[in-house]
DNA sequence: GGCACTGTATTAGTTGACTAATACAGTTGG
DNA sequence: CCAACTGTATTAGTCAACTAATACAGTGCC
């Protein structure tokens, strides 16, 4: 599996599990319904607890990434959280503020700001391979 | 003082503050120089114990937004924190990521990615009067 | 000097986040 | 049906974040 913890990081390993997977399926590397490991299987592998795994896991059922099967498993939901499209723009917003706030007092230009935002996008499309475009 | 907190809100009180005044200085609404509420008034005004204040302050002191002088107040900083070109691009980057990746898995395309980006960052722009540019 | 304001330091209580141990419950395939 | 796998629930311990009470220290102005 791709994902790593380092638990001498502050921030708290269900939410680094959260984070990468998070990442993965939008990047597409995961695909809706590819399974992911189980909990007690990753647990080992990262040396943590079930639980910490299981947390991370609801996290991402919660948020509608993924769906789990009691005694079956834990797979990638298929595309489209349940929410409306202003709810969405409206969580996209806050984000993006915060990060043009920081820019702004990093003391950023509005070029520079743009030319960033261009980079990380253009980097994130190409990552996501052809067949994962247009679900 | 423009500042608001809400204590049923689970983002600890001094983070509201930081949050709020560096959204503040971004915007322009904040200049260098201006002298920001002691940390008792602002902690009056909140509700709040002054330790809570001096906290929020210390972090934007950290960071370089303000710096305070023993006896005297509490100031906006001069534009510019230290930090290198690569390491504040860094760090915006940082922040997109998470953002488009949200966004991503949200189930927007990249128009509507684009399109976000844009509003939010001419809002922004908007805001800062015209004297506070180009600092 | 003294009063009234600044920020600072110390200490301490409460609460919740985080992780873990361990036992429970559903699914699947032989 | 049973063994071996899934996720789940319960309980509990540890630790750090957060806030507060209160006393200390520097500055400035009369």
Redesign the pocket.
Known sequence: MFIKVD?SN??????QIVQQIKTAVAMGRLEPEDP??????L?VEL??????V??A??DL?IEGVIY???????FVSGRGVEMSKNERRRVLRELLEKALVEGLNLGMEEKELRETFERVLEKMMQARTPETVGR
């Not at 502050?10 to 939410?15: G, L, S, T, Y």
């Not at 040396?47 to 910490?52: K, S």
């Not at 789990?68 to 834990?74: H, L, N, P, V």
């Open positions: 638990p502050d921030v708290p390993i269900f939410r992911l490991p189980s909990v007690r299987q647990a040396a943590v607890n079930p639980n910490t299981a947390r896991y609801l059922e789990k099967r009691q005694g079956a498993g834990t």
